[in-house]
Nanobody, 122 residues
Framework: QVQLVESGGGLVQAGGSLRLSCAAS????????MAWFRQAPGREREFVAA????????PYADSVKDRFTISRDNAKNTMYLQMNSLKPEDTAIYYC???????????????WGRGTQVTVSS
């Protein structure tokens, strides 16, 4: 079983940047796809970005394309999300996930972290 722990969230002003990290332990995720999802109050969990095990494939949600960058370091069992030009609508709890079935739905991923809060003030 993989344990995932997110970090790096916080409060930032609109236009600012944050870098989220997701550290995996218990089992290597070197061969797994990983992803970031987010959930705002009263809304369903939504896909943000994903990355294949090699890092070659990185789909993004349209709402974050050209502002967010997903990456991973398999040697460190860690995934990252660099978030630039943040907007108030990016405010949410951000979750990392790992799985072995390519996709952008929560059901495509079997392991989840507990989330880290990102708040963007206007």
């Amino acid at each position: 079983q993989v344990q995932l722990v997110e970090s790096g969230g916080g409060l930032v002003q609109a236009g600012g940047s944050l870098r989220l990290s997701c550290a995996a332990s218990g089992q290597t995720v070197r061969s797994a796809a990983m992803a970031w999802f987010r959930q705002a109050p009263g809304r369903e969990r939504e896909f943000v970005a994903a990355i294949s095990w090699s890092g070659a494939n990185t789909p993004y949600a349209d709402s974050v394309k050209d502002r967010f960058t997903i990456s991973r370091d398999n040697a460190k069992n860690t995934m990252y999300l660099q978030m630039n030009s943040l907007k108030p609508e990016d405010t949410a709890i951000y979750y990392c996930a790992a799985g072995y079935r390519p996709g952008n739905l929560p059901s495509d991923f079997t392991s989840w972290g507990r989330g880290t809060q990102v708040t963007v003030s206007s």
